[in-house]
């Protein structure tokens, strides 16, 4: 199993906060870096000194870092058009040497878009646009040099796009869906999807959502194994109990909490909750690290827990 770091910077962290723990997690092995996409806090924390742009970092990142892949859980449809995110992730995927994977979303956190002017339709149209945006960005890229594409949807119209740059994958970045929509999430993962991914969930509900997605992925006439499956967790491992607790206290979280809904305890207890989602079909891990200054957090993982998992 791959484990990859996930942040959520919008709870308070400046870019050279980011890079230390992207320049950390290389260093020790990680996978990947990840970063949510949101403007916005959430829960009882200052959020200073403010978000910062997922995508304008990565770009940074993209120049800092030299193997450990980047990406995010999740851009959402709402805050871009289309054709220029397409622009951007292909952008920085060239900068990166192709390490760059984008996971899109439909959006859902209404004040960070009242908080910054963006629109925020109802729920289905929230979906519709994302639908088509994923159309848009996947057709973009893999239409050959020397083509044009076009698209005519009810949101979204483009007419002779030159669809270009063209990322450094080819035919594009990876693309990751994720959610516990039981009908169109699986459908859409199907569709444009190279992973899929169950945020913070217990193991029965991943195995369920899993097993819809495989069933999309068999009704679309994929082959099964073009899909990778992955899920993320909360983070907060300890030496001993003590560790656990300081660790639980820092982010705000109860112990016992987070060994229901999270990765906590021991790297014992770890390890054995992931091997249950290896088994659900896991590839991937995405560790969600809450507090970003704390990279002794990231050592004990790599040295006693990934040896034992990969």
Known sequence: MDLRIFTEPQQGATYSTLLRVAKAAEDLGFDAFFRSDHYLKMGGVSGLPGPTDAWVTLAGLARET?????????????????GPLAISVAQVDEMSGGRVELGLGSGWY????????????????????????????????????????SFDGDHYRLVDSPALPKPAQ?????????????????RLAAAYADEFNMPFANLPEVR?????????????GRDAG???????????????????RRRAAAIGREPAELR????????????AKLEGFAAAGAARAYLQVLDLGDLDHL???????MPRVR
């Open 66 to 82: 030299s193997r450990i892949r980047l990406g995010t859980l999740m851009t959402a449809a709402t805050f871009r058009y289309p």
């Open 110 to 149: 209404e004040e960070e878009h009242t908080a910054y002017g963006l629109p925020f339709p109802s729920l289905k149209e929230r979906f519709d646009r994302y639908e088509e945006q994923l159309a848009v960005i996947t057709g973009l890229w893999r239409t050959p040099e020397g083509e044009t594409f």
């Open 170 to 186: 080819r035919p594009g970045p990876p693309v990751l869906i994720g959610g516990a929509g039981k009908k169109r999430t699986p």
């Open 208 to 220: 369920e959502q899993f097993d819809r997605v495989r069933q999309a992925v068999a009704d679309a």
């Open 226 to 244: 073009s899909m990778t499956y992955s899920v993320a967790q909360v983070l907060c491992v300890g030496r001993d109990e003590e560790e656990v």
């Open 260 to 271: 229901e809904n999270g990765l906590a305890g021991t790297p014992d207890e770890v390890v």
């Open 299 to 305: 050592e004990l993982v790599a040295s006693k827990v």
